[in-house]
């Protein structure tokens, strides 16, 4: 009876701090940098960001039948110091034409002083 009460339990506190995880990690587009925020469970969040100026090339990948179906994808970023994989973007081809559009007008505008 006490397995029949804990399990349940235990499979919602596991798909809570999974869910936490999905919904508080967002990625950041804006017209001068890229901005990724992973938040896992409750206590850890990482934020990365890199101008567009540092970007080296932005690649998109759908992978399967459910992901070109419901129209998900990975976006990879390569930048001089790393490589970042954005998983599960909904759209990519949208984001992914988007961000290069940022990342021309980015490079093709003279250094402010």
Not at 35 to 57: A, M, P, T
Not at 66 to 78: N, S
Request: aromatic letters at 16%.
């Amino acid at each position: 009876f006490k397995i029949m009460l804990i399990t349940p339990v235990l499979v919602l506190l596991y798909w809570f701090y999974y869910w936490v995880g999905w919904y508080y990690s967002v990625y950041i587009v804006t017209d001068q940098r890229l901005i990724d925020i992973q938040q896992k469970g409750l206590f850890n969040r990482k934020v990365n960001e890199v101008g567009f100026d540092k970007i080296q090339s932005i690649n998109y990948h759908i992978n399967g039948l459910q992901a070109a179906l419901l129209k998900y994808g990975d976006i990879t970023v390569l930048t001089y110091a790393n490589d970042w994989k954005l998983p599960c973007v909904h759209h990519p081809e949208a984001v992914h034409q988007e961000m290069m559009a940022v990342a021309r007008m980015v490079n093709s505008t003279p250094p402010q002083k």
